[in-house]
């Protein structure tokens, strides 16, 4: 579950990076109610309730991801801008649907943490992608539904293998962990000729 989870941050990370440089499609998820299926999902339908009962507007994109390994990458963004604070998240997934669920949740996450306790500072972590303005990502595709094919980890692989990229697996879980079940990792993902470091 470990190096999973890994994977799908690591091709998150990318999938980011190459958002940022404008060297991928980036597409709108329609994932409201009648469009593409988002309302028939009982956690979808929660979270986006829960964006409006927040009083944010949150816009999902659909990083482009499965055209190169065929997982799902969806960047959640405060679409009004009324708060100056920029706040977005990344969800990753073997389908659109879990990447979209995963970004929403985390960025509302976000949002009510805040609004609980105005004053405080949270400490969310080191972030996937340092100093980013999700509103300076530019959205060029025509939109996706959310609904779609599940992909899986080996076709994400043979994706990768095709593409002449690798994954390389680290674990790193300390001694004490594992008997409270607990596994750590980090995947690094090889470069595809286009520039940038050796891995990531």
């Known amino acids: 579950e470990a190096a999973g989870l890994g994977l799908l941050s690591a091709l998150a990370h990318d999938a980011l990076v190459r958002a940022v440089r404008g060297t991928t499609r980036v597409s709108p998820v329609a994932a409201e109610a009648g469009a593409g299926g988002g309302g028939t999902d009982p956690e979808l339908v929660f979270l986006l309730k829960s964006a409006a009962n927040l009083d944010i507007v ?24 009324s708060s100056g604070q920029g706040r977005w998240a990344v969800g990753a997934g073997l389908s659109r649907r ?27 972590g080191d972030p996937l992608l340092g100093d980013l303005a999700p509103a300076a990502i530019a959205v060029g595709g025509e939109p996706v539904a959310v609904d779609g094919p599940e992909t899986s980890f080996d076709a994400v692989l043979e994706r ?23 596994a750590t990792a980090r995947v690094l993902l090889t470069v595809d000729g286009e520039g940038g470091p050796d891995a990531r």
Do not use: C, F, K, N
């Not at 990083?63 to 990458?73: K, P």
């Not at 990768?160 to 607990?182: E, F, K, Q």
């Open 58 to 81: 949150v816009e999902l994109l659909d990083l482009g991801e499965a055209d190169r390994t065929s997982a799902h990458v969806v960047l959640a963004r405060e679409a009004d801008g």
């Open 160 to 182: 990768l293998r095709s593409a002449g990229r690798d994954a390389l697996y680290v674990g790193t879980t300390p001694a004490d962990l594992p008997s409270g079940s607990i």
């Open 98 to 124: 879990t990447a979209a669920a995963s970004a929403l949740r985390d960025l509302l996450g976000q949002v009510q943490l805040a609004a609980e306790d105005p004053g405080a500072v949270v400490d969310l």
